[in-house]
């Protein structure tokens, strides 16, 4: 099977640029397409339609444009090295957003980090290299944390 379009996952971590690393060989191998994704902390407290004071949404708007700088930031580099690449962030839980996205892409692969979590936190909290692994549709390439 050709890989034509690869799904990034970046949560801006030291282990990012690993990811991305691994992403742009494959990518440079089979001339293909990078998608750069990271998914935004899904809001807590959005519970009715309230949405809350005006301090704290001005907080989570200005993270937003920090990350989407970020990552517009990361997807030029590699442009400008030649790579075709595009930037998506998006908000929501970070298994299903990264899984629907795949599908919505129609990626080929999916390149995502995992950070080493000790066994209590891998138990109750399980971990999102794990889910997208249980739950995608296509490979799923994981890099480990050093």
């Keep these: 099977m050709p890989v034509k379009n690869i799904l990034v996952t970046v949560d801006f971590s030291d282990l ?25 902390d ?4 959005f519970v009715g339609y309230d949405a809350g004071p005006q ?5 989570v708007a200005n993270s937003f444009r920090d990350q989407h700088r970020q990552l ?15 930037a998506i962030l998006v908000q929501g839980p970070y ?10 892409l129609e ?8 950070h080493s979590k000790g066994l209590v936190s891998r138990v109750l909290l399980g971990s999102v290299s794990e889910g ?13 944390a050093r």
């Design 42 to 45: 899904p809001d807590p407290d």
């Design 107 to 114: 990626a080929d692969l999916i390149v995502i980090g995992a």
């Design 72 to 86: 517009q930031g990361m997807a030029e580099k590699l442009r400008d090295s030649g790579l075709d690449c595009d």
């Design 16 to 40: 990012s640029d690993d990811v991305v690393a691994k992403a742009t060989s494959i990518a440079a191998a089979f001339s293909a397409k990078l998608q750069l994704l990271h998914v935004a």
């Design 132 to 144: 997208v692994l249980r739950q995608s549709h296509i490979p799923v390439m994981v890099v480990p």
């Design 55 to 59: 301090t704290t949404r001005d907080a």
């Design 95 to 104: 298994v299903e957003k990264i899984v629907s996205e795949s599908k919505t």
